[in-house]
């Protein structure tokens, strides 16, 4: 079965600190995502990756990092917590090759106090 | 799909009428789209896709509609069921490399 897997369901952070939530695959797929979702905007791209070591920004990465040391693991960084980014966020991975689905994790809700 | 706020549209069905659920995309260049369901506490699960040289794809109970000339899409789910009582978002592939973006999200509740 496909799986991606992330690390916690949820966090509760404080203003200022380093989070970060950690993201793993086991089917071995080249490109992972990193999403937030908020009610009504929908699932909104923060940064994906391509290969290992490659990163690149999505339409809101501004507040965050990411991390790509090995193929199965994509780390999302929010350097120093701000309330604003209190949300849902998700995982997603998806195979090489153009027109396919992408596989989500379970979701981590972030509340930053 | 268009964000429409902070408020998720809902559309209130009966059980066993059919569903219609509407996307609006915004590229005209994406050649390939999603339909995806989320459940309460759960990530986005694939339900069906359709690609731009389509106009129509059918899985089991849910019918994919493509009008690229309005830049639309439809989801169709046939006798809903309670456990379709979801949220639905559409996706589109913007050819740019294997990216999706997604819609603002369609709940939909199944009313007994």
């Known amino acids: 079965d496909v799986k991606v897997t992330q690390s916690s369901r949820y966090l509760v952070k404080r203003t200022g600190e380093k989070v970060f939530l950690e993201c793993v695959q086991d089917?071995?797929?080249?490109?992972m995502f990193w999403y937030r979702q908020d009610p009504g905007l929908g699932l909104r791209l923060i940064y994906f990756?391509?290969?290992?070591?490659?990163?690149e920004k999505g339409d809101i990465p501004e507040g965050y990092s990411v991390s790509r040391e090995k193929k199965e693991r994509f780390s999302l960084i929010l350097e120093s917590a701000s309330t604003n980014q209190t949300s849902m966020y998700l995982c997603a991975s998806s195979p090489d090759f153009m027109n396919t689905e992408a596989f989500f994790g379970q979701g981590t809700r972030l509340t930053v106090v | 799909g268009e964000s429409v706020g902070l408020h998720l549209p809902t559309l209130s069905v009966q059980e066993g009428d059919n569903s219609i659920i509407n996307c609006a995309y915004s590229?005209?260049?994406?050649?390939?789209f999603i339909w995806y369901k989320q459940e309460s506490g759960k990530g986005p699960q694939f339900i069906i896709d359709i690609r731009s040289n389509m106009d129509k794809r059918q899985g089991q109970r849910v019918t994919v509609l493509l009008n690229k000339t309005v830049k639309h899409l439809s989801l169709q789910i046939a006798a809903t069921q309670p456990g379709d009582s979801a949220v639905y978002f559409c996706a589109e592939n913007t050819a740019a490399g294997n990216k999706l973006t997604f819609g603002g999200g369609t709940r939909v509740l199944v009313k007994p």
């Open positions: 590229n005209s260049a994406s050649d390939y």
């Open positions: 990756s391509y290969d290992v070591k490659m990163k």
């Open positions: 089917m071995d797929h080249e490109n």
